[in-house]
């Protein structure tokens, strides 16, 4: 049938659209942020969203880690040690690229001492 234009409106937006608090917080801060949702019962009434967690970053670089998911500390303490962290030299604190720079620097110096022992030996075998 026939639906007029005010009643139409009325169907779409409810004359009485202000939502209550299900919370005593009653500022808009981080923390009490929220949505909108209607009921099966066709009320419409507030969610209360969490906050969204980050990916841990990397302690040289800064970059996002891969493999370690994104949680509030809450989950994090819930989750298993294997969503948290990478089986790999400061696995879930340094990135794979830090780790191997890292690993060739700590090889290289090694590798130039032995060279400056070697050339410390040869110069005294020659002055004798």
């Given amino acids: 049938g026939f639906i007029s234009w005010a009643c ?25 942020t929220r949505r909108a949702h209607k009921t099966p019962g066709g009320k419409v009434v507030y969610l209360y969203t969490h906050k969204a967690g980050k990916v841990p970053k990397c302690g040289d670089c800064g970059a996002e880690l891969l493999g370690i998911k ?33 690993v060739m620097r700590a090889f290289l110096i090694e590798e130039q001492k032995i060279v400056k022992s070697m050339l410390r030996n040869q110069e005294a075998k020659e002055k004798k």
């Fill in 70 to 102: 994104a949680a509030r500390p809450k989950h994090l303490k819930q989750m298993s040690k294997t969503k948290k962290t990478v089986t790999r030299a400061y696995g879930g604190n340094t990135c794979a690229g830090c780790v191997r720079t890292r």
């Fill in 8 to 32: 139409w409106l009325n169907f779409i937006m409810p004359a009485d659209n202000r939502l209550q608090y299900k919370r005593r917080l009653s500022y808009n801060t981080k923390s009490n």
